[in-house]
Structure formats: structure tokens, C-alpha cells
Nanobody, 129 residues
Framework: DVQLVESGGGSVQVGGSLRLSCVAS????????MGWFRQAPGKEREGVAS????????AYADSVKGRFIISRDNTKNTWYLQMNILKPEDTAMYYC???????????????????????WGQGTQVTVS
């Protein structure tokens, strides 16, 4: 099993920045696709950004392009979400996720578009006001 632990959430003013981290432990060698999803109250979970472990290919939701950057440090089994120019509509619980394989953009649109089971973190709250 893969365990994922997020950190870095908090409250920030409009226009501010936060960096989320997700540390993976356990059997991580097969987790080749990592990402961030978010869910606001009363809304469905949506994909935010994804990245592949080996090649570092990325994909972003249109709503965050140009503001958010996903990156990874394979030596630490960690991936990050740098969030800049935050807006109130970015307020949500943010979850990191990992799967064996995916195509980065389709996986964001539909978490079912993947290879193997999906592992989720417990979530970290981001509030922008």
C-alpha cells in the first residue's frame, strides 16, 4: 500500500501564495502518475494538476493555468503544488493522489482514467479570503 500525507494548507489573502507538499511512503515504485485534486463544499472533486514521475510531463486545469505549478522530487517521494495569485474560488480541500499510470490531462478530467488503483491523501484545507 501507498500512504500519502499532505501538508502546507492554510488561510491566505487573495493574491497570496501557498505551497502544498505530498509525501508518499510504502510501495511507491509503481506510482508513476501523481496529482492534486480539490473539492469545495457542495461541489464535486476536480482535478487541479498532474505530473508523471519519470518524464515530468504535466497537465493543469484551465482554472489554474499560469498560477499553479506542480513539481516532484523523486529522491524524496514528494510532489508539490505551488499556488500563486490565489483567488477565493481556490478555497477547497486539496488532496494528493497517485496511480500506477495515467495520461496526465485525461486523468485530471476523470480520475477513473488511470491504470491500477488510486491512492488518496487525507486532504489539506486551503482557504482564500
Amino acid at each position: 500500500d501507498v500512504q500519502l500525507v499532505e501538508s502546507g494548507g492554510g488561510s491566505v489573502q487573495v493574491g497570496g501564495s501557498l505551497r502544498l507538499s505530498c509525501v508518499a511512503s510504502g510501495y511507491t515504485v509503481d506510482s508513476n502518475c501523481m496529482g492534486w485534486f480539490r473539492q469545495a463544499p457542495g461541489k464535486e472533486r476536480e482535478g487541479v494538476a498532474s505530473i508523471t514521475r519519470i518524464h515530468g510531463g504535466t497537465a493543469y486545469a484551465d482554472s489554474v493555468k499560469g498560477r499553479f505549478i506542480i513539481s516532484r522530487d523523486n529522491t524524496k517521494n514528494t510532489w508539490y503544488l505551488q499556488m500563486n495569485i490565489l483567488k477565493p474560488e481556490d478555497t477547497a480541500m486539496y488532496y494528493c493522489a497517485a496511480v500506477v499510470g495515467c495520461s496526465t490531462a485525461p486523468w485530471l478530467r476523470d480520475p477513473g482514467q488511470r491504470q491500477g488503483p488510486i491512492d488518496w491523501g487525507q486532504g489539506t484545507q486551503v482557504t482564500v479570503s
